[in-house]
Nanobody, 127 residues
């Protein structure tokens, strides 16, 4: 089963930072493009960023561009999301998931998800 495990969420003040991690057991992440999605209370799940298999291509939604950075360490079989300058509206459950493509110019909002959703990790931005 293609399901990943997210961690690293928590409570942070506006302007703060968090780093989320995405790991897998029995899945070799370097074989997949990976995306981070999030779902805020009362809203639909949205794709916010993706990274290609090699890590050479990254795409970001406008809402997080310049604040969030996706990266991967294929040797560690992990993908990360560094979130800086967090805003109240970043409060959501964050998920990582393999996606069909992550080519230059792909919109994170239009990615095809492979596998199933994990438990996610809660990020709460509050003063």
């Amino acid at each position: 089963q293609l399901q990943l495990v997210e961690s690293g969420g928590g409570l942070v003040q506006p302007g703060g930072s968090l780093r989320l991690s995405c790991a897998a057991s029995g899945v070799i992440l370097k074989n997949f493009h990976i995306s981070w999605f999030r779902q805020a209370p009362g809203k639909e799940r949205e794709g916010i960023t993706c990274i290609s298999k090699s890590g050479t291509v990254t795409n970001y939604a406008d809402s997080v561009k310049g604040r969030f950075t996706i990266s991967r360490d294929n040797a560690e079989n992990a993908v990360y999301l560094q979130m800086n300058s967090l805003k109240l509206e970043d409060t959501a459950v964050y998920y990582c998931v393999p996606v069909l493509t992550c080519y230059t110019g792909d919109s994170p909002a239009s990615l095809t998800v492979l596998g199933s959703w994990g438990q996610g990790t809660q990020v709460m931005v509050s003063s």
